[in-house]
């Protein structure tokens, strides 16, 4: 555990307590009437009811529509099946920005519906709204889907048998093996949700503020550091008990019931009922992720006059862009990559080994540093941000000038993915195997080389490509350290829209295109190896 307590205490709580600290303290005194200075202030208690019931609305929203795909990848059996789970998987793994560009191109002005019928819906919430469910519905098909296809059937079967109606024995026997996976899934939404920042500042416009989207206006904007570190603990607070409360669930759905291979559960629609059910589920991957996608490629093909790729020619241009960038955008590609890379390779070695920490030692301490290595994925990923560059920037750590801040802030998001795809797939590993190869005279090292990777070899490479695909993604912390002249892909999109004009726009467009791209390529990938689906991600 030495190296992963190192590395989150060293670019995760030092940078947070660093910022927080030089908010709330004047002259060596704390000053915690801040908080009700702060809170009671009557454009904060907007934000903060705003952030609250988007979450719950979004939460909701997202497990009404994704539900019944939940159960169709669950229990049918269907042709394109598994390149269907790798599509609606895609938003997921998507930078927030591009999410948020989509369904600009889809509800804003000039997209898709104010051509058709005259329709505006960005600046309100009923273009967040679906935006969030866009970028939620595959947490609630992997997580539900995946113990739902391990449930056995049989027992809802005798039920009936035994004179309950299909309502009752669903409600009786598979519901309450399914409520912690429900649970989890929903408390996973909601963190999401709740911490949203780059589709509620592209699509929310001055009028709607998260809490994530207000630390960075009062940070980079207003330059207001006690409020925006009020904020920040108000965050923390609420990612903390919403982890706290999702472990619980968690530990609740490993022990809901007996499980059996998914391959068994699995069968072709059977009546006009199923079948109708398929086809909505369809209609809904169709109309609620395939259009924004399509609609996003659309878009930067769409030039004056008709369609070429003009918007793709100017991205290798610096003089098209001098006002924006340094350089051209598309070297962005190349940089997103380069530090993609980096972060995956750090993500593996420091979420391995805290898996493989947290897999052979137990008590309430090592659960309790399994809860922290999920925090960076609600914490303000603003505040990480801006705490790297004030507090890392003396020697003997003085990084505020070198590439490597980029992909160690990348790799602060990469870690919590790569724990929790390897970490069902080590305490799996049969201890006696170790104990065997031990006696025979292995050394710990040759013992987990001869034994335990080849085991979970393949759940390391899924893991290693999750952690690169959010690692390419990742937007809050990014924006502020990213140099001019190295931007990564999601900071050179978010750029290109802050500024007008017709180029601007389509080149971010088709930006977010080549993004989308490398993203869905990856998880094609993915798909191909995953063994495993009943994890979280």
């Known amino acids: 555990m030495a190296v992963p307590v190192a590395f989150f205490a060293l670019f995760f709580a030092y940078p947070v307590v660093a910022i927080v600290g030089r908010g709330l303290r004047t002259d060596g005194v704390w000053q915690f009437g801040r908080f009700g200075e702060v809170l009671s202030r009557p454009d904060i208690v907007d934000v903060l009811w705003f952030t609250l019931w988007q979450a719950l609305a979004s939460t909701a929203l997202t497990l009404l529509i994704a539900l019944p795909g ?6 049918f059996d269907f042709p394109g099946k598994q390149v269907l789970r790798a599509v609606v998987t895609v938003p997921f793994v998507l930078p927030t920005v591009v999410v948020g560009t989509a369904f600009l191109a889809l509800l804003g002005r000039g997209g898709f519906l104010d051509e058709l019928w005259g329709v505006r819906l960005d600046t309100t919430v009923w273009a967040i709204l679906p935006a969030h469910v866009f970028f939620n519905y595959a947490v609630v098909v992997r997580t539900v889907g995946g113990l739902w296809a391990q449930l056995d059937p049989r027992q809802e079967e005798a039920a009936r048998v035994l004179g309950a109606g299909r309502f009752a024995a669903w409600r009786r026997i598979t519901l309450p093996a399914l409520a912690p996976a429900v649970a989890a899934a929903a408390l996973m939404v909601f963190l999401f949700t709740f911490t949203s920042f780059g589709v509620v500042q592209i699509l929310g416009g001055p009028g709607f503020s998260t809490l994530e989207v207000e630390i960075y206006r009062q940070t980079a904007q207003l330059l207001d550091l006690p409020t925006a570190a009020v904020l920040t603990l108000v965050q923390f607070a609420a990612v903390g008990a919403i982890l706290a409360v999702h472990a619980r669930t968690v530990r609740r759905r490993e022990t809901a019931l007996k499980l059996v291979d998914p391959a068994r559960t699995a069968h072709r629609p059977r009546g006009a009922g199923q079948w109708a059910l398929l086809g909505g589920v369809l209609a809904t991957v169709l109309v609620l992720i395939l259009l924004p996608l399509g609609v996003l490629v659309e878009r930067s093909f769409d030039v004056s006059g008709g369609h070429g790729l003009a918007y793709y020619r100017a991205l290798g241009s610096a003089e098209a862009n001098s006002g924006t960038f340094l350089v051209a955008p598309l070297e962005a590609i190349g940089n997103s990559l380069r530090y993609a890379v980096v972060a995956t390779l ?43 560059l004030i507090t890392l ?63 979970v070899r393949r759940a390391l490479l899924v893991a290693a490509g999750f952690a690169f ?69």
Do not use: K
């Open 70 to 75: 939940a159960y169709v990848f669950a229990r």
């Open 393 to 455: 920037d003396e020697p003997p750590l003085d990084l505020r000038t070198s590439w490597i801040l980029v992909p160690l802030a990348q790799a602060l998001v990469g870690v919590p993915f790569v724990v929790r795809t390897m970490l069902p797939v080590l305490r799996a590993v049969d201890g006696r195997l170790r104990e065997a190869a031990a006696v025979l005279g292995a050394s710990p090292w040759r013992a987990w080389r001869e034994v335990d990777l080849p085991l």
């Open 469 to 537: 695909a959010v690692s390419l993604g990742e937007f809050g912390a990014t924006v502020f350290i990213a140099r001019p002249d190295t931007p990564t892909l999601p900071v050179a999109v978010a750029r290109l829209l802050g500024r007008s004009g017709e180029l601007n726009y389509g080149q971010a467009m088709a930006l977010s295109t080549l993004l989308m791209l490398v993203c869905a390529v990856s998880l094609l990938l993915l798909e191909r190896i995953r063994v495993d689906r009943s994890g979280e991600f």
């Open 346 to 388: 750090i993500a593996v070695v420091v979420g391995g080994l805290a898996a493989a920490a947290l897999t052979r030692r137990a008590g309430r301490l090592v659960r309790g540093f399994d809860a922290l290595l999920m925090l960076p994925l609600g914490v303000s990923a603003v505040t990480v941000g801006f705490g790297f």
